[in-house]
């Protein structure tokens, strides 16, 4: 994630600053509204790479791009978004019919299936 020229990496005043907009929303909001303190940047990080997958319904190598995530982690920790929204897709898509997608978890590596059809 680089950093500026005191060799302190960039995440460091970012999650400061976080914490501190927190500490400042948190003195106008009412008590059951407040922001945990327990947010971090990663915890921010997370929500974005899934809103924009989900919510947002950006593809997949636009959000590695933007994020500067690689596939093989977005792969890892959001297949589930990303497979739900796909859900969605087939199952508004015409041609398909009422076809049910059905996913499988596969825990071996599968060379007929990955060489037929690889995510993304």
């Given at each position: ?44 990080r ?15 190598v ?9 596939g ?49």
């Amino acid at each position: 994630m680089g950093g500026d020229n005191t060799g302190r990496p960039r995440y460091r005043d970012w999650g400061r600053g976080i914490k501190a907009a927190i500490r400042r929303a948190n003195q106008t909001l009412k008590e059951d509204e407040r922001i945990s303190g327990d947010i971090v940047a990663y915890s921010v990080r997370h929500a974005v790479i899934t809103d924009l997958l989900s919510e947002d319904g950006i593809d997949q190598v636009a959000v590695e791009k933007i994020t500067e995530t690689s596939g093989e982690m977005i792969r890892r920790h959001y297949y589930k978004v990303v497979e739900e929204r796909l859900k969605k897709k087939l199952a508004n898509r015409r041609s398909l019919g009422n076809t049910e997608f059905e996913t499988q978890t596969h825990t071996k590596p599968n060379a007929e299936r990955d060489s037929i059809a690889k995510w993304p």
